[in-house]
């Protein structure tokens, strides 16, 4: 997948897997394992810069006598999954044309 | 490899990056690691299914330095300011070395001193016991042998824990030479 489009895409999924219930790393990681393959490295600036963008917020609980990082969706957050959504519709009308002309210059 | 051997590769990989910067990416992958670990999977099944070190650190310094998160190089001025600044660093340089150097050695000699007292005390109560057969009377006889026990008993009894800080010490000086040269690096990466 071209990287510009996979990293947008990564963003939103990434937001998804807060949606419901705060998050740390491991956990994304793993509960968007069965859809794309997200790697430490990437999922680490990702992170970054949601929380930059202020999509997310991050706080420190101590579990098992460390400290374990978890990220908070918010309200930008959602508003960036419902963008995302809404946008996807011209994304497949584009999608569809391109798979016309491929099947056109086919025949 | 180990939790500890990851960690210790990554960082030195990633030796570029701010040392903020680059001790939140150590501890991102540290958690990532510990979690792997309390989800059930071996110490060196977790690292074995994390990507390798360099492929990881070549990420996190690509994104660092778009974010403008690398550490500075030294500038032509700064250069130039070393160099002409070489009177003045230089000498203030060798006398912090020469201070530690002699605290360091002060400790040795402390050590050296309690040493050398107790072996004169037990060489000293020795010689009293001795120079009881030489004395004129019985009662000096048994002053010359009670302080030569009293003395050669302290001596036995300093030795033994002399001995033992001497060779504390010893095992020490590799790990202060460790956190001296740790702390100046440390100071530096800034």
Known sequence: MDTQLKRGVLEICVLAAMRDEDAYGYKIIKDLSPFMEVSESTLYPILKRLEQSGCVTEYSVE??????????????????????LSDWGSVMRAYNFIRGDESNDKK | MTKNEYLKMLKRELRPIKRAEREKSLAYFGELIDDRMEDGLPEE???????????????IIA?????GLLRAKHSVWEIILLVLGFPL????LLTVAVVVFTMYALVWILIGTLLLVSVSLAVGGAAAVIGMFFSGSISTAFVCLGIGLVSAG?????????LLIARAY?????????????????????
Request: charged share 20%; net charge positive; no cysteine.
């Open chain 2, 45 to 59: 099944t977790a690292i074995s299914e994390l990507e390798s070190v360099s492929d990881a650190a070549q990420r």
């Open chain 2, 170 to 190: 010893a095992r020490a000086t590799p790990i202060i030479l460790n956190w001296l040269i740790n702390r100046k690096v440390g100071k530096s990466n800034e």
């Open chain 2, 154 to 162: 302290l001596g036995v009894a300093l030795f033994i824990p002399a």
């Open chain 2, 89 to 92: 660093w230089f000498p203030l």
């Open chain 1, 63 to 84: 579990h098992n006598g460390r400290l374990r990082k978890y990220y908070r969706i918010t309200q930008t957050g959602h508003e960036r999954i419902s963008e995302f």
């Open chain 2, 63 to 67: 994104e660092a330095s778009a974010q």
